[in-house]
């Protein structure tokens, strides 16, 4: 049974787990737009996986991320990567895409930055909106702290699985659409990403979507205009972020075709540096500790990957 914490406990999250910062991302800490929001913030206990927790936050009305510098003893590369876990737009899975990511980045002298942010299912103002609002400043603020945080400007990518991979590839192909009122001058900031990592991503909100997150983001019935909006292998541009891509073809809640494939076919007209691997077997939802066959190797890959073609 999935027990459910008080909003306090997640204030132990962090600290329990080593974050050398905690970095609200908006000056009064609730996020614009979610000032007559009343649900409140909790951990739910999804039930262990051995040896790694299980949790997963909902209720998010003040977002933040959570700084994780390169393991003890590794020299810091300079590089970011903003993760953004999944949750099919109605939660944030923190750790199993979220912290489980952090050990093998860190230590391979990667910074990591974990971002817990709003979903639109919470009724938030332009609810479509928030969950890129809240990536778009969490970019912005690690670009503009980068010597605080031990990183290049140029260097920080961005993360996202499942529902979040689809935040992901819209913070780089929609980085410049102003979908908040800047707040202060760290909102001077390009918000986008030096590259992308993709992990089992929703990229399409047409045909071959996942249902349950294309209703929570767009609602039952968005026009064809809304659905090409937020669409994101339609939105690849010259200057999309290079990726690395990885799914499983036994996915059954978010078709490896209409969504990884058809992203990769997107940013191979655009000439990008694209990377994708679709395993024979994981299913979705597998994270590291979840993957099983060749499929275990995906995130020594991505950091192969990030050596040689983001130097």
Known sequence: MKKFLAAAAGLLLASSLFAQEKVYLWPKKTGPGSEKVKVEQTVIDRGAIPPQQNRAIAGVTQPYFEVYKPASGVESNKRGILIIPGGAYKRVVYDTEGLDYVKGYTEAGYTCFVLVYRTPN????????????????????????????????????????????????????????????????????????????????????????????RKELLGDKPSQETIDKFSCEKLVKYDTADAFIVAAIDDKSVNPEANAIAYFSALRKQNAKAELHIFPESGHGFGVIGASGTAKNWQQMSIDWLKTYQK
């Open 122 to 213: 919470d009724g938030h103002k332009n609810k479509e909106n928030v969950s890129l609002a809240d990536a778009q400043r969490a970019m912005r603020i690690i670009k503009a702290r980068a010597e605080e945080f031990g990183v290049v400007p140029h260097r920080v990518g961005v993360m996202g699985s499942s529902a979040r991979g689809h935040v992901a590839a819209s913070l780089a192909t929609r980085y410049a659409d102003q979908i908040y009122k800047p707040v202060d001058d760290m909102d001077n900031q390009k918000a986008n990403p030096a590259f992308q990592f993709l992990v089992y991503p929703v990229i399409t909100m047409d045909a071959g979507t996942h249902g349950g997150s």
